[in-house]
């Protein structure tokens, strides 16, 4: 099969409820759309998302009545569901600073150090933990007032509170979903993005911490005819298109 452009893919996608039970799809393909969801564009190179792959049958059954049985659960081929995992922000910040090491070396003195590497190591350094860390929200309302006050006088990055940082992590998880979903519809496989879930009971089955999120469940395989439950509705382009 050859491979539809984005162009293509993107109109192809839709939200597909019923798949087709004689048509599997391949454990492997699929494991290549979830590394090419890692690609994409995330807040500071963070990374802050786990991807679980669901291919056991009887996990399949375990997690259709946490999704309320929706068809779309209930007849697909596997799952994939998009964890955020914002608890892991300082690993994450650490192997940013690790892979600045293989880059300029470990211990490049700051004398030697250019313009770029000083600025990287004090984002992941300094910035990344002063914007992540918190304590029961206390830190992030002293952090909010802090650049409140600041931001009286200047630009400044305003997006400090635990519940802001969330919001962040939420959508950079949100579009590794995409990247996903648009690499499964290049190869004519079907995803279905599922919201309606009892996430407490998913995460139990998967032994998440109480500190990860589910962002989305996504649904996988082949479309039947009546999967698609009607035509593609949008808002007409003129109503949300702006140009300033």
Known sequence: MQEKTVSEAINFRRSVRIYDAEKPIETSV????????????????????????????????????????????????????????????????????????????????????SSREKMVRN????LIPFTYADFFGIFGWLKFL?????????????QVRNSDMRIVAHKSAGLAAQNFMISMAAIGYDTCPMEGSDT????????????AEINMIISCGIRKPEGVYGERFRIPFEEVYKEV
């Open 30 to 113: 699929v494991k290549k759309c979830i590394e090419q969801a890692t690609l994409a564009p995330n807040s500071s190179n963070m990374q802050l998302w786990e991807f679980y792959h669901i291919t056991s049958k009887d996990i399949l059954e375990k997690i259709a009545p946490m999704c309320f049985n929706q068809n779309a659960a209930k007849t697909a081929q596997q799952l994939v569901i998009v964890v955020v995992r914002k608890d892991l922000w300082s690993k994450r910040a650490k192997a940013n600073l690790e892979f600045m090491d293989g880059l300029y070396g470990k211990n490049n003195p700051k004398s030697k150090q």
């Open 200 to 211: 407490c009971r998913v995460k139990n089955v998967l032994g998440l911490p109480f500190s």
């Open 146 to 158: 802090l650049v409140s006050i600041t931001g009286m006088f200047r630009p400044i990055y305003r």
């Open 123 to 126: 984002y992941y350094g300094k």
